[in-house]
C-alpha cells in the first residue's frame, strides 16, 4: 500500500522516493495513495524487482534502500498468490536482496531492512559477501517480557560497532509502549502521549 514510501516522503522533505513491488495491484493501491498524499509529486510506483531495477539502474544510483522484503525461505506456501509473493523469497532470495542492493547503494549510502527473528542470520551472512556490514540492530518485542518477532536493521559498506537496541511495542497491561508512542507519533494521530 506503499505506507513505508509515504513515511520516508514525510520524514525526509527533500527526498525523491521510488516504492517498488513486483505485486500489480500493491503497486496500483501505493500509486493511489501517493497520488492522495501531501508528497505526491516525490513519490513513484512501479510493478519491478529488485532484480530488475538493479539491471537497468547505474550502479551506486541511492543514498538509502528501505525494505521489508519476503522473508519465509520453507514454510507452507499459502493457497493465495498474493501472500506467497509478499512473505515468501521464492522470488527474491537474501542472496539476491543483498547483491542488489549492494550494486544499487551509493558508497556512503544506508540500507534498513526489517526481518522476523530467525531470519536475520541468514540475511547477515549474505549481505558480509556483498561487503554490506550492521550498524544498527533494534529487536522488536510485541509485548513487554517476550522475546523479539522482528530485527530493524541498518547497514552500510563502512565497518564499525554495532548499535544494539531493543523496542517493546506494547506493554504488560498490552497498551501502546511510551518508547513506541513517541517512535510513531508523527506518523500515527491517534497515539497521543
Known amino acids: 500500500c506503499g505506507v513505508i514510501s509515504l513515511m520516508l516522503a514525510q520524514r525526509f522533505p527533500a527526498a525523491k ?11 496500483q493501491q501505493a500509486g493511489e495513495n501517493f497520488g ?9 510506483a512501479e510493478a519491478c524487482s ?8 547505474p550502479p551506486a544510483a541511492y543514498d538509502l534502500i528501505v525494505s521489508n522484503p519476503p522473508y519465509f525461505s520453507n514454510a507452507l506456501l499459502p493457497p493465495d498468490n498474493s501472500k506467497k ?14 547483491g542488489g542492493v549492494a550494486g544499487l547503494l551509493k558508497p556512503d549510502g544506508l540500507f534498513a531492512l526489517i526481518l522476523p ?8 551472512q549474505e549481505a558480509l559477501r556483498q561487503g554490506l556490514h550492521k550498524l544498527r540492530e533494534l529487536a522488536v518485542v510485541p509485548v513487554s517480557g517476550r522475546p523479539p518477532n522482528r530485527f530493524m536493521t541498518e547497514w552500510s559498506f563502512t565497518p ?11 506493554n504488560e497491561n498490552n497498551e501502546y509502549s511510551r518508547e513506541y508512542v513517541q517512535m510513531t507519533s508523527a506518523f500515527y494521530v491517534a497515539l497521543k502521549l
Open 17 to 27: 522516493v521510488l516504492a517498488i513491488d513486483i505485486h500489480g495491484p500493491s503497486v
Open 36 to 44: 492522495r498524499s501531501s508528497w505526491a509529486a516525490r513519490l513513484q
Open 50 to 57: 529488485l532484480q530488475e531495477l538493479a539491471q537497468r539502474q
Open 85 to 98: 509473493l509478499a512473505r515468501h523469497t521464492g522470488k527474491l532470495t537474501f542472496g539476491e536482496l543483498a
Open 117 to 124: 527473528s530467525g531470519s536475520q542470520e541468514a540475511f547477515e
Open 160 to 170: 564499525g560497532e554495532v548499535d544494539f537496541d531493543r523496542l517493546s511495542i506494547r
